[in-house]
Each structure stands twice: as C-alpha cells, then as structure tokens.
C-alpha cells in the first residue's frame, strides 16, 4: 500500500484559511503522490500532516507532526525530508510519549543532500526512544519549506551470531571486476568499527532513492553524500552498502564486504549489499529511471564474482523488499520486476566463467564461390548448432552441421556438394544457422 502524503503547498498559501491546507492535503492524499526519497533507505516511513503554517514578525513558522506509530518501537530518532528553497532554518522536535506526556521542543539538525533541493532535518536523542509522534517545526526568514516525508529510525537489534565463513568456490577463474576505492572516493574512516561476517547467506539489491550519477565524478561526489547519510544523519559506523553502482557501470567499494552492513533492517548478517544509483520506483516522483545496459552488466559482473568468491547460489539473490518488517518500495518496481532474469544471468555468467557472449556468425566468403566457401561463427554458450544450406525452393540441400557445440568460435565450409553427394549447379543458395535463441539467413551464389 502506498502510504500518502501532503506533497506540496505553494508559499502564497499561507495568507489564506486552513481550509485551504486542507483541501491541497486532501487533494495530494488523492493523488497518491509521494516522495520518501532518501528517507527510505534509512528509516521506517510515517506519514506526517502540516498543522500549523504561521508568519509572525517576518517569521515563517511551520509546524507538522506524525502519524502515532506503534508502542512497540524504540526510535533513535525522527527526520523530516524537505526542501531546501530557505538557506537559513531552525528547526526543532518534540514528542508525544508512551505514556501520554509532551516533551518540550529540542533543537534538531540539517543535512543538505548535494545535487538536489533537498535537505533533511533530523534528531537522534534519548528522548526519541520512549515517543510514539513527534511534532517538528522549522523556522525561517524567507518563506515556508515544502515537506516531503517523514520517518522513524529503528536501530537495528540484531544480534550478530558467531560462524565460521566459506569462501571461494571458485566455479570459474573470474577476475575481480574494476572497483572504485575507498581512498578513491575519499571516504571517511568507520566512526566505530565493524563486525565481520560470520558466514555469507544472502544478497540483497538496493536502489539509491534520490542519490543519482551518471559518471565517475559524480558518483565519487555521491557516495560521500551517502556516507555522511549514513553516519552523520542516520549514526551509523559507515557507509551502509558494500557496494555502489552509478548509472554508466562504474563500481565504487562501500564498506567492505567481510563485514556486516547496515542495508536491511534486522538481516544484516551474511548480507552483502549493492545499490544502484538512481531512484527506479515510479509510483513515486521523481523516480521513474531504468536500469542502464551499463549497470546492468556491471552488476551481473559483480554479483558473479561475489557468488563465485564468497560461496553463494545466485539463486538466492533478493529485493530490498523482500525481507520481512522491511516496509519498503526499494529496489523499486522497475528493478524488482528483473531480479528473475538477474539471478539466471548470474549463474550463466558463473558457468561461462565471464560475460556470456553473443551469437554472430560472419557473411560467407568467398561470395559468389567457385570451389568453396567458408563460414566463422560464434557460439556463446552450449547450444544444439544446426547450419543447414537449402535451395531456393527451401529444399534441404546440405547439412553442415547439426550437434551440440560448446561455447567457442568455429569455421565450417560448403564445397557446392548436397547431401547425397551430387555437385549442385549454378546458382543462390541460402545457408541458415539455427540455435535455440538466435537464426540468421546467408545468401550464397555458386558459380560453376
Ligand atoms: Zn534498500
């Protein structure tokens, strides 16, 4: 279910009544807009209302608060995702608790997320732990900021086990693929340490949700924005994926590997975790980007070396999702609806001991022919072969081949002689190769 939110009130609004706040927030409730953003990837998603939208003394004074959330929870803390169109803010938050009280206001901070007009507002304070809403209120000196979402932070209560990890499999001899360093991208140290994998069981694609970059600098450039999401924002130890891709197929080092993530809420252990730049959920706005053919290798790549390396099936790789108590859209729709094709490509890609390799086969030379011709074809991956000649008429006149051939690159030749041993007369022929996946027509002239 989509969760809804007030999308956006336009700043001369505030002149007029609150029935008018009410109407765009029912308007927006309706039209099943949101943007969660990168608020999605570090926290649980609770809508939140405006309820007080005021200019004193040239103040712009916007209250708003949550939805109640369950008793359950134990937050470390709450942040708003908004706009950035005011430079200079307060902002602060305050909380409903457990049993009933109101706390009073206490300051928050800003993140600004470069390359985008968004910042995020936010607080980590004991306070949170015992709150079931909060309230938060910005205050500014030139005009209202627009809110987009809202969230809790969950901490993440699982608990580590011990094991002994697998590794190297080594079906195939696959290389490591060109990664972009820590050091490369400038990334800051851990704030406090890692834990390291007791064993590796599962592998889990995310998208980036509003982190986008189409080339290296800009993707250095975002992996920073995202490590200082994560540790600053969200207090985590580092950077929370393994690895990033960014939309031209450049593969940037998260944290490392061997050790445990913070990407799936409650399933860490054993999980390597990758995310692909770009927001790929096109229910939501600005979110509607597709796979590039760039990351789309470079993450079959990938995740092959992975497997390969860390002793993983392929088969087991999932969504975001996928995971229990993980309410979100991540990867999105138009990168979950391919993992199907993403876990085969893997195990293909494992068994061909690299990047499975196209069809082709060459014209016929030479063309027109006297003697003999000759014909080079390629052949990605085992496959019943059949290269037939036929006449014009489509009469089978010679098989060339018909069997099961491995991958590799192969010649095959026609003398002008069919099947029953007869030499054909002057003429065009055509030559048709056939496997399971792929058939192409030659034509060939015979001149006697
Ligand atoms: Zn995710």
Redesign the pocket.
């Known amino acids: 279910m989509e969760l809804n939110f007030l999308i956006s009130i336009p700043k001369f609004f505030f002149k007029f009544d609150r029935i008018y706040l009410f109407i765009i927030s029912l308007l927006a409730m309706m039209s099943n807009l949101s943007l969660y953003g990168q608020l999605?990837?570090i926290s649980r998603i609770v809508p939140s209302h405006i309820v007080q939208m005021e200019k004193i003394n040239n103040q712009f004074i916007l209250i708003g608060r949550s939805d109640t959330y369950s008793q359950n929870y134990v937050p470390d803390g709450m942040a708003v995702l908004l706009d950035k169109s005011m430079m200079e803010m307060e902002v602060s938050f305050r909380f409903r608790e457990k049993n009933g009280n109101l706390t009073r206001w206490i300051k928050g901070e800003i993140s600004r997320l470069p390359n985008s007009e968004r910042s995020i507002i936010y607080i980590r304070h004991e306070m949170c732990q015992k709150s079931v809403m909060f309230y938060f209120k910005v205050i500014s000196q030139v005009g209202f900021p627009e809110i987009f979402s809202s969230g809790i932070f969950l901490p993440d209560l699982e608990k580590y086990p011990k094991g002994k990890a697998v590794r190297k499999q080594q079906i195939a001899d696959l290389p490591k693929p060109v990664i972009i360093t820590r050091s490369e991208w400038g990334a800051r140290p851990s704030t406090h340490g890692y834990s390291t994998h007791p064993y590796y069981t599962k592998l889990t694609l995310?998208?980036a949700?509003g982190f986008s970059a189409e080339d290296i600098d800009e993707g250095k450039e975002q992996l920073r924005a995202i490590q200082d999401l994560h540790q600053f924002v969200r207090g985590w130890s580092d950077i929370g994926y393994h690895f990033v891709i960014d939309k031209a197929g450049n593969i940037y080092q998260g944290r490392p590997e061997t050790v445990i993530g913070a990407?799936?809420l409650g399933n860490n252990t054993g999980n390597i975790g990758v995310?692909v730049l770009g927001c790929y959920h096109p229910p939501e706005l600005y979110c509607g980007d597709w796979l590039s053919d760039e990351t789309t290798s470079a993450l079959v790549a990938l995740y092959a070396w992975i497997s390969n390396e860390y002793n993983y099936n392929p088969n087991i790789l999932l969504g975001?999702r996928d995971y229990p108590n993980n309410d979100?859209s991540?990867?999105g729709n138009n990168v979950h609806e391919n993992l199907p094709w993403f876990r085969n490509e893997i195990e293909r890609y494992l068994n061909l001991g690299g990047p499975p390799l196209e069809f082709s086969i060459s014209s016929n030379y030479p063309n027109p022919f006297n003697n003999k011709t000759k014909i080079n074809y390629q052949v990605p991956s085992k496959n019943h072969i059949n290269i037939i000649i036929y006449d014009l008429l489509g009469r089978e006149v010679k098989t060339l081949i018909n069997q099961v051939q491995s991958k590799g690159d192969y010649k095959v030749a026609w003398d002008g002689v069919s099947n029953l041993g007869e030499a054909m007369s002057s003429g065009v022929y055509f030559l048709r190769f056939e496997s399971d996946r792929f058939s192409k027509n030659n034509k060939i002239i015979l001149i006697k």
Request: hydrophobic share 15%; with cysteine; aromatic share 0%.
């Open positions: 999605e990837e995310h998208h949700a990407h799936v995310c975001h979100t991540c990867p």
